[in-house]
């Protein structure tokens, strides 16, 4: 199965960035218990960044709009993002913030986690984007961070005649502004059935396509992956992997749909792709070193054709 394209796009990208502290356990720890750390790692996370990253390594420039400070995080998502080859000269450093940091928790052997998340004092605002030369790109990808911005941002890209993309990973402030001024959405199945509770998903879906965007895909890890769309419902199951570290993987899911609806690939191609580059991210851990290439994913699919 050929899934290499030749189709070369921009993309930016605005949203949170946070240094994860990432920690393997035997077992996740219950409340007011104690675990041995089996191993540890720092890393640079995020929904958008680590998207960008992906895309960056199949050959698409990317470029980043975030916020961070200069203390040691600071230095780290710095020096993270050029090895991307992700832009950064839309972003804001800033002593008089600080940066985001996450305590990621990994069980070995089932690569579940929790995440406990610091995100507070870098907010962008709609008046950090004067100077944002939104024609020098095709696409845009949010994370709803910074919603206020995210809008501002998704309005200058449409007007630019570009593309919008929303990795929603939970309820955000002004949700329904910010999902009318998007063209594809991908969220857990836990958000949509938090956001419409007890209606089924291909309802709740379209519920989300009614504001105006074109397509909806749904992830829930074994589960599989949905795609809701103008021909209904397709789903893509999990591929079988001995999954090592899930954290990221609907990351890598929304940036591998993005390069597949930008080549112009059919939803069930896209939707085999994307699950495919979410899976074998999985086999390794981090999110960075491990994220697969074209060639990786290609090969992974014509192993499992």
Same mark, same amino acid.
């Given at each position: ?161 570009? $593309? &919008?993309?929303?990795? +929603?990973?939970? /309820?955000?402030?002004? @949700? %329904?502004? *910010?999902? $009318? &001024?998007?063209?594809? +959405?991908?969220? /857990?199945?836990?958000? @949509? %059935?938090? *956001? ?13 396509? %009614? ?95």
């Amino acid at each position: 199965m050929n899934v290499v394209s030749k189709v070369p796009f921009s993309i930016i990208g605005l949203g949170t960035i946070v240094v994860d502290h990432q920690v393997w356990l035997k077992m996740l720890p219950k409340p007011d218990t104690k675990a041995e750390v089996l191993s540890d790692a720092f890393q640079v996370g995020g929904p958008v960044p680590t998207a960008l990253t992906l895309l960056s390594g199949l050959g698409v420039r990317a470029s980043f709009i975030g916020k961070w400070s200069r203390d040691d995080c600071g230095k780290m998502i710095d020096a993270n993002l050029d090895r991307s080859g992700v832009g950064r000269e839309c972003s804001i450093v800033s002593s008089t913030v600080r940066s985001g940091f996450a305590h990621v928790w990994v069980e070995a052997g089932t690569g579940r986690r929790s995440i406990a998340a610091y995100r507070g004092s870098h907010a962008l605002e709609p008046g950090d984007l004067t100077g944002v030369e939104w024609t020098d790109f095709q696409a845009l990808h949010l994370d709803g961070w910074s919603t206020e911005a995210a809008i501002v941002a998704a309005g200058q890209m449409k007007a630019a005649g570009g $593309r &919008v993309f929303l990795d +929603l990973g939970s /309820p955000k402030p002004h @949700l %329904e502004s *910010l999902v $009318r &001024v998007t063209d594809w +959405l991908n969220c /857990p199945l836990h958000l @949509l %059935e938090r *956001l419409y509770p007890g209606e089924s998903l291909e309802k709740a879906g379209n519920r989300l396509i %009614e504001m105006g965007v074109a397509e909806v895909t749904v992830t829930h890890g074994d589960a599989g992956a949905w795609l809701i769309g103008a021909k209904g419902v397709t789903h893509q199951p999990a591929f079988s992997i001995d999954a090592v570290d899930t954290n990221g993987a609907g990351d890598v899911f929304s940036g591998a749909m993005i390069y597949g609806i930008m080549s112009g690939w059919a939803p069930e191609q896209r939707l085999r792709f994307a699950s495919a580059a979410a899976a074998l991210k999985c086999c390794g851990l981090g999110n960075r070193e491990v994220l697969p290439t074209l060639e990786r994913i290609e090969s992974f699919l014509s192993e499992k054709f």
